[in-house]
T-cell receptor, first 112, second 114 residues
Protein backbone atom coordinates (compact mmCIF):
# COMPACT_ATOMS: atom_id res chain seq x y z
CA UNK A 1 0.00 0.00 0.00
CA UNK A 2 1.42 3.33 -1.08
CA UNK A 3 1.06 6.32 1.18
CA UNK A 4 0.67 8.66 -1.79
CA UNK A 5 -1.42 7.65 -4.79
CA UNK A 6 -1.12 9.67 -7.96
CA UNK A 7 -3.61 9.71 -10.80
CA UNK A 8 -3.65 9.33 -13.62
CA UNK A 9 -0.44 7.34 -14.06
CA UNK A 10 -0.21 8.33 -17.72
CA UNK A 11 -1.68 11.30 -19.56
CA UNK A 12 -1.19 12.29 -23.19
CA UNK A 13 -2.90 15.45 -24.46
CA UNK A 14 -2.57 18.03 -27.21
CA UNK A 15 -0.77 21.32 -26.84
CA UNK A 16 -3.09 24.03 -25.58
CA UNK A 17 -5.33 21.78 -23.52
CA UNK A 18 -5.78 22.03 -19.76
CA UNK A 19 -5.17 19.16 -17.36
CA UNK A 20 -5.24 18.25 -13.69
CA UNK A 21 -3.29 15.54 -11.92
CA UNK A 22 -3.94 14.36 -8.40
CA UNK A 23 -2.04 13.17 -5.36
CA UNK A 24 -4.13 11.47 -2.68
CA UNK A 25 -3.53 9.89 0.69
CA UNK A 26 -5.50 8.56 3.63
CA UNK A 27 -2.89 10.15 5.89
CA UNK A 28 -2.50 13.78 6.91
CA UNK A 29 0.71 15.45 5.78
CA UNK A 30 2.29 18.55 7.25
CA UNK A 31 3.25 19.57 3.71
CA UNK A 32 3.39 18.17 0.20
CA UNK A 33 5.90 18.78 -2.54
CA UNK A 34 5.62 18.54 -6.32
CA UNK A 35 8.58 17.64 -8.51
CA UNK A 36 9.04 17.39 -12.28
CA UNK A 37 11.49 14.89 -13.69
CA UNK A 38 12.55 15.10 -17.32
CA UNK A 39 14.09 12.17 -19.21
CA UNK A 40 17.71 11.61 -18.21
CA UNK A 41 17.50 13.96 -15.25
CA UNK A 42 16.69 13.85 -11.57
CA UNK A 43 13.52 15.33 -10.07
CA UNK A 44 13.41 19.10 -9.64
CA UNK A 45 11.30 20.66 -6.92
CA UNK A 46 8.49 22.85 -8.29
CA UNK A 47 6.63 23.86 -5.15
CA UNK A 48 5.91 23.02 -1.52
CA UNK A 49 2.42 23.53 -0.09
CA UNK A 50 2.17 23.72 3.67
CA UNK A 51 -1.24 25.12 4.66
CA UNK A 52 -4.57 23.33 4.19
CA UNK A 53 -6.45 24.97 1.33
CA UNK A 54 -3.34 26.74 0.09
CA UNK A 55 -3.09 27.59 -3.61
CA UNK A 56 0.23 28.37 -5.25
CA UNK A 57 0.79 29.44 -8.84
CA UNK A 58 3.90 28.98 -10.92
CA UNK A 59 3.21 30.57 -14.32
CA UNK A 60 0.67 28.20 -15.96
CA UNK A 61 0.85 25.67 -13.10
CA UNK A 62 -1.54 25.91 -10.16
CA UNK A 63 -0.98 23.76 -7.08
CA UNK A 64 -3.58 23.23 -4.38
CA UNK A 65 -3.32 21.55 -0.98
CA UNK A 66 -6.54 19.99 0.27
CA UNK A 67 -8.26 21.50 3.28
CA UNK A 68 -7.66 18.32 5.28
CA UNK A 69 -4.02 18.12 4.11
CA UNK A 70 -4.53 14.63 2.69
CA UNK A 71 -4.43 15.49 -0.99
CA UNK A 72 -3.08 17.89 -3.55
CA UNK A 73 -3.66 18.71 -7.17
CA UNK A 74 -1.65 20.21 -9.99
CA UNK A 75 -3.50 22.03 -12.75
CA UNK A 76 -1.76 23.07 -15.96
CA UNK A 77 -3.38 25.64 -18.20
CA UNK A 78 -2.68 25.69 -21.94
CA UNK A 79 -0.16 22.85 -21.78
CA UNK A 80 2.98 23.11 -23.87
CA UNK A 81 5.42 20.43 -25.09
CA UNK A 82 7.94 21.72 -22.55
CA UNK A 83 5.60 20.56 -19.77
CA UNK A 84 6.27 16.95 -20.77
CA UNK A 85 7.76 14.92 -17.94
CA UNK A 86 7.14 12.80 -14.87
CA UNK A 87 5.33 14.70 -12.12
CA UNK A 88 5.93 13.41 -8.62
CA UNK A 89 4.32 14.36 -5.35
CA UNK A 90 6.13 13.76 -2.08
CA UNK A 91 5.44 14.25 1.58
CA UNK A 92 7.40 13.97 4.82
CA UNK A 93 6.83 11.15 7.27
CA UNK A 94 8.55 10.03 10.42
CA UNK A 95 9.51 6.36 10.41
CA UNK A 96 12.35 6.21 12.88
CA UNK A 97 13.91 9.19 11.14
CA UNK A 98 12.34 11.88 8.98
CA UNK A 99 12.08 10.99 5.33
CA UNK A 100 10.23 11.89 2.15
CA UNK A 101 7.84 9.40 0.60
CA UNK A 102 6.96 9.72 -3.06
CA UNK A 103 3.98 8.87 -5.18
CA UNK A 104 4.52 6.70 -8.23
CA UNK A 105 4.18 9.71 -10.50
CA UNK A 106 2.12 10.90 -13.44
CA UNK A 107 3.87 10.64 -16.78
CA UNK A 108 2.63 13.56 -18.86
CA UNK A 109 3.12 13.89 -22.62
CA UNK A 110 2.11 17.06 -24.43
CA UNK A 111 1.86 16.55 -28.17
CA UNK A 112 2.55 19.47 -30.51
CA UNK B 1 30.56 22.08 -11.90
CA UNK B 2 27.48 23.11 -10.04
CA UNK B 3 24.69 21.26 -8.28
CA UNK B 4 24.79 17.51 -7.85
CA UNK B 5 26.76 15.34 -10.26
CA UNK B 6 26.75 11.58 -10.61
CA UNK B 7 29.08 9.18 -12.41
CA UNK B 8 28.81 7.05 -14.34
CA UNK B 9 25.54 8.00 -16.04
CA UNK B 10 25.07 4.47 -17.35
CA UNK B 11 26.42 1.19 -16.03
CA UNK B 12 25.97 -2.39 -17.18
CA UNK B 13 27.32 -5.09 -14.90
CA UNK B 14 27.15 -8.80 -14.39
CA UNK B 15 25.91 -10.37 -11.20
CA UNK B 16 29.45 -11.25 -10.10
CA UNK B 17 30.95 -7.81 -10.74
CA UNK B 18 31.86 -5.17 -8.20
CA UNK B 19 31.29 -1.54 -9.16
CA UNK B 20 30.82 1.81 -7.45
CA UNK B 21 28.57 4.77 -8.11
CA UNK B 22 29.85 8.24 -7.27
CA UNK B 23 27.97 11.37 -6.27
CA UNK B 24 29.41 14.82 -5.67
CA UNK B 25 27.56 17.93 -4.52
CA UNK B 26 28.87 21.47 -4.94
CA UNK B 27 26.18 23.17 -2.85
CA UNK B 28 27.81 23.16 0.56
CA UNK B 29 25.10 20.87 1.94
CA UNK B 30 25.46 18.66 4.97
CA UNK B 31 23.07 15.84 4.07
CA UNK B 32 23.26 13.39 1.16
CA UNK B 33 20.89 10.65 0.05
CA UNK B 34 20.71 7.60 -2.19
CA UNK B 35 17.37 6.77 -3.83
CA UNK B 36 16.32 3.92 -6.11
CA UNK B 37 13.84 4.60 -8.91
CA UNK B 38 12.37 1.51 -10.57
CA UNK B 39 9.96 1.42 -13.46
CA UNK B 40 7.00 0.21 -11.47
CA UNK B 41 7.64 1.48 -7.96
CA UNK B 42 7.79 4.92 -6.39
CA UNK B 43 11.10 6.56 -5.66
CA UNK B 44 12.54 4.70 -2.66
CA UNK B 45 14.91 6.15 -0.10
CA UNK B 46 17.91 3.87 0.50
CA UNK B 47 20.39 5.73 2.70
CA UNK B 48 20.78 9.09 4.40
CA UNK B 49 24.03 10.68 5.56
CA UNK B 50 24.17 13.81 7.68
CA UNK B 51 27.57 15.33 8.42
CA UNK B 52 29.18 12.13 7.05
CA UNK B 53 27.27 9.95 9.51
CA UNK B 54 24.70 7.44 8.28
CA UNK B 55 21.37 8.32 9.82
CA UNK B 56 19.08 6.06 7.80
CA UNK B 57 19.34 2.62 6.23
CA UNK B 58 15.96 1.83 4.78
CA UNK B 59 16.29 -1.96 5.05
CA UNK B 60 18.60 -2.09 2.06
CA UNK B 61 20.27 -5.45 1.24
CA UNK B 62 23.92 -5.70 2.18
CA UNK B 63 24.94 -6.06 -1.48
CA UNK B 64 24.58 -2.24 -1.50
CA UNK B 65 27.25 -0.58 0.63
CA UNK B 66 27.32 3.22 0.99
CA UNK B 67 30.35 5.32 1.85
CA UNK B 68 30.50 9.00 2.72
CA UNK B 69 34.10 10.18 3.14
CA UNK B 70 33.10 13.84 3.49
CA UNK B 71 30.01 16.02 3.17
CA UNK B 72 30.56 16.57 -0.54
CA UNK B 73 31.02 12.99 -1.72
CA UNK B 74 28.88 9.90 -1.53
CA UNK B 75 29.54 6.46 -2.98
CA UNK B 76 27.41 3.39 -3.44
CA UNK B 77 29.46 0.21 -3.70
CA UNK B 78 27.74 -2.63 -5.52
CA UNK B 79 28.55 -6.36 -5.40
CA UNK B 80 26.77 -9.55 -6.39
CA UNK B 81 23.69 -7.67 -7.55
CA UNK B 82 20.55 -9.28 -8.92
CA UNK B 83 18.73 -8.43 -12.15
CA UNK B 84 15.90 -6.90 -10.10
CA UNK B 85 18.40 -4.30 -8.86
CA UNK B 86 18.37 -2.75 -12.32
CA UNK B 87 17.04 0.78 -11.83
CA UNK B 88 17.91 4.47 -11.88
CA UNK B 89 19.95 5.33 -8.79
CA UNK B 90 19.57 8.94 -7.76
CA UNK B 91 21.71 10.92 -5.38
CA UNK B 92 20.38 14.01 -3.63
CA UNK B 93 21.63 16.57 -1.15
CA UNK B 94 20.05 19.09 1.19
CA UNK B 95 21.27 21.65 3.67
CA UNK B 96 20.47 19.30 6.56
CA UNK B 97 18.50 16.07 6.82
CA UNK B 98 15.29 17.63 8.10
CA UNK B 99 12.41 16.98 5.77
CA UNK B 100 11.69 20.70 5.38
CA UNK B 101 15.00 21.20 3.59
CA UNK B 102 14.77 21.15 -0.20
CA UNK B 103 16.48 18.15 -1.74
CA UNK B 104 18.48 18.67 -4.92
CA UNK B 105 18.81 15.61 -7.12
CA UNK B 106 21.56 14.53 -9.45
CA UNK B 107 20.81 13.16 -12.93
CA UNK B 108 21.11 9.56 -11.78
CA UNK B 109 23.01 6.45 -12.82
CA UNK B 110 21.03 4.05 -15.00
CA UNK B 111 22.12 0.60 -13.80
CA UNK B 112 21.48 -2.62 -15.70
CA UNK B 113 22.36 -5.93 -14.06
CA UNK B 114 22.68 -8.83 -16.46
Amino acid sequence: TQLLEQSPQFLSIQEGENLTVYCNSSSVFSSLQWYRQEPGEGPVLLVTVVTGGEVKKLKRLTFQFGDARKDSSLHITAAQPGDTGLYLCAGPIIQGAQKLVFGQGTRLTINP
Amino acid sequence: ETGVTQTPRHLVMGMTNKKSLKCEQHLGHNAMYWYKQSAKKPLELMFVYNFKEQTENNSVPSRFSPECPNSSHLFLHLHTLQPEDSALYLCASSQDSGYTDTQYFGPGTRLTVL
